[in-house]
């Protein structure tokens, strides 16, 4: 089969098309065929030699869609979709024609996702889901989300909105204000840090019970805008990974800081996941993607290094 493959990390020039036997599923294992697969910054950086516990060589690649074609009787010709923490790591990922995976580690396929769409909600969407369920997000929350034109960022105001919270979004330009407005969503404009605190008070009086920071640049300056027992969940850091914490005013506001890490769910524990809010695509309660560039997977090596250029596209590879 066809597949991306790198041998060493520290440079995209690493990853190479290739041609591996097709893999032969274990006992509690099914076999994929990819149709669509997803390429995340995370992707990217794997090939980049960030996460130190990678084995080599290795397929990249965490999100799928695609079909069974060996396994379990009750999954044979079963589309489904897939993601977590396993897969380009320490086991093959999904930037081939085949993938194995736990028969537990995939979840059927919403109807009205194309394989595509599928395939480009895997990591975005179990991240902000993770985010919501640690951080207590419900009916009634005043949940503020920091960055939310990016692709978590907007998996949580979509997921937020189902579960009937408050929801407040923060972006950086004024046209993005405008667009999350026109989709019916109160939105601000991110100015100074110290005026965050005064811009989310004047929408939540008292402040807001949840603040989601998906940019990882706002935590010192969200402590200003949380109200009593607010929680502030975070998915990202500087690149020296500290920041200076307003820790009196925090704990006198009895507040707290949930770190988010999608890297701690394997395949089965993001199949729940995909399985809790996949049925709502079905039910048109979460929006269907858009915008994505499907690119055949034999052109996927160029793509890393589009992505790793800062690219906003949402990037799926097609075998």
């Known amino acids: 089969m066809n597949a991306l493959q790198f041998s060493t990390t520290g440079d995209l020039a690493a990853l190479r098309l290739v041609d591996v036997p097709t893999p032969v599923p274990a006992l509690g294992e099914v076999l994929v065929q990819i149709k669509a697969a997803g390429l995340n910054p995370s992707d990217v950086k794997n090939v980049l030699g960030r996460f130190p516990y990678t084995t080599l060589p290795r397929i990249p690649g965490r999100d799928f869609a695609g079909v069974v074609v060996q396994g379990p009787q009750a999954l044979l010709g079963q589309e489904v979709w897939g993601t977590g923490r396993d897969l380009g790591f320490f086991a093959d990922g999904s930037h081939a024609q085949y993938l194995t995976v736990s028969a537990k580690g995939v979840a059927r396929k919403p109807a009205q996702l194309s394989f595509a769409q599928a395939a480009s909600l895997g990591v975005p969407y179990t991240t902000a889901w993770d985010a919501l369920e640690r951080s207590g997000v419900g009916s009634g929350t005043r949940l503020l989300v920091i960055g939310a034109n990016g692709a978590v960022g907007s998996a949580a105001l979509a997921l937020a909105k189902i579960r009937g919270a408050q929801v407040l979004a923060a972006v950086r330009r004024a046209e993005q204000v405008e667009s999350l407005q026109a989709e019916g969503f109160a939105a601000i404009a991110l100015g100074q840090p110290e005026t965050l605190g005064a811009q989310v008070h004047e929408v939540f009086a008292g402040g807001a019970d949840v603040i989601f920071d998906t940019t990882g640049f706002w935590l010192p300056a969200a402590v200003a805008g949380l109200a009593a027992f607010g ?13 200076q914490l307003p820790a009196l005013a925090l704990y006198r506001k009895g507040g707290s800081v949930v770190g988010i890490n999608s890297l701690l769910y394997d395949c089965e524990q993001c ?25 055949a ?17 949402k990037i799926i590879l097609v075998p």
């Open 297 to 313: 997977l034999a052109e996927g090596v160029g793509c890393y290094e589009t992505v790793n250029q800062g690219s906003a596209d």
């Open 271 to 295: 199949a729940a996941m995909l399985e809790q809010f996949g049925c709502f695509f079905d039910e048109g309660s979460l929006p269907l993607p858009t915008g994505l560039r499907e690119v």
């Open 231 to 243: 929680r502030i969940a975070i998915i990202a850091a500087p690149v020296d990974g500290h920041v």
